[in-house]
């Protein structure tokens, strides 16, 4: 009789145990899918500091601290609010993939636009500043963290697929030629197409900013992972802009540093997450490794070679 108490009592802790076990690795799924939608460092940091008040909230509750408990839960809705705001096109995405059926595209990361060198950057700004010298207006779009689909374009241009070179982009900025009306669209090394027509921005701007400036804010409010580059032809000003905000007026000193700090390798974010689904597999092994010698059955942790 005793010990069939024991081997309920072992097998009704062991189950608590297993459900505990899957409700962390479930957890540690979810935010290692968000981590792989993210591309930004400071939003990656933003979610990682979500994730710390998340388990403070579990700490505190487990504790029974209920006054901690009660604020940080209030705090935790609050940041959940926030970033649905923040992360409109990531959230977007995740439904989307959730809504086809996609789930292993969830746990990769996607298709990045290849990192941009210092030779590719330096030709920018150096075409950037002939053009500016010149006044000659140009509008060129740079790809961030992955494609920008031809439907968020009102035309999609002429496809040219052409190694950057400063001499390439003041060419096909030359009022004089067919393509200098339109924006010329940059995927890592390479000039992917020009002539392009943006979407306008419908928000209220300064009657400083002409078509140009409308359309860059209308494209990157419409796309998140691009920035455009707008040269003013009659001011011959650099503006940079981002998320449908204007940086104005820029240096070329300024540009550069801009330009070096959004097209920078994502490496940090490509070694989180991978790194975030190791330790899931840590602590996966060594769960079951608990688990298993609390029942009783062969060990199937790994050994750690020496």
């Not at 029974?64 to 923040?86: H, P, R, S, Y």
């Not at 500043?129 to 439907?151: F, N, Q, V």
């Not at 003013?232 to 070096?260: D, V």
Request: aromatic fraction near 4%.
């Amino acid at each position: 009789m005793r010990d069939w108490w024991k081997q309920w009592l072992i097998a009704g802790w062991s189950q608590s145990l297993l459900l505990k076990t899957l409700d962390i690795l479930l957890v540690l799924a979810l935010t290692y899918m968000m981590l792989v939608l993210i591309n930004e460092r400071r939003t990656l940091r933003m979610v990682l500091g979500f994730v710390i008040l998340m388990l403070a909230s579990a700490l505190s509750h487990q504790w029974g601290l209920e006054l901690l408990n009660f604020v940080l839960e209030k705090l935790v809705i609050g940041c959940a609010v926030a970033m649905a705001v923040a992360l409109q096109s990531e959230f977007r995405r995740f439904l989307e993939l959730l809504g086809r059926g996609e789930f292993k595209k969830l746990f990769q990361p996607s298709t990045l636009a290849l990192p941009k060198s210092d030779s590719t950057i330096d030709e920018i700004v150096e075409a950037v500043r002939e053009l500016s010298k010149s006044r000659i207006g140009a509008l060129l779009i740079i790809e961030t963290t992955g494609p920008i689909d031809e439907r968020d374009f009102s035309v999609p241009g002429v496809k040219l697929n052409a190694e950057v070179s400063k001499e390439l982009i003041q060419t096909i900025f030359q009022p004089k030629t067919l393509l200098h009306d339109g924006a010329t669209l940059v995927r890592g090394s390479r000039i992917l197409a020009s002539g392009i027509i943006l979407p306008l921005s419908g928000r209220t701007a300064s009657r400083q900013l002409g078509t140009r400036h409308r359309a860059a804010m209308g494209i990157t409010e419409r796309v998140e992972n691009c920035i455009c580059v707008v040269v003013s032809e009659e001011t011959g000003s650099i503006s940079l802009a981002e998320r449908g905000n204007l940086n104005r007026p820029l240096t070329i000193a300024k540009l550069k540093e801009l330009l070096e700090d959004k097209l920078s390798p994502t490496i940090d974010r490509e070694a989180v997450a991978p790194g975030l689904l190791s330790l899931g597999r840590k602590i996966r092994s060594k769960s079951l490794f608990v688990v298993s010698r609390l029942l009783g059955l062969p060990s199937t942790a790994p050994r750690d070679k020496k």
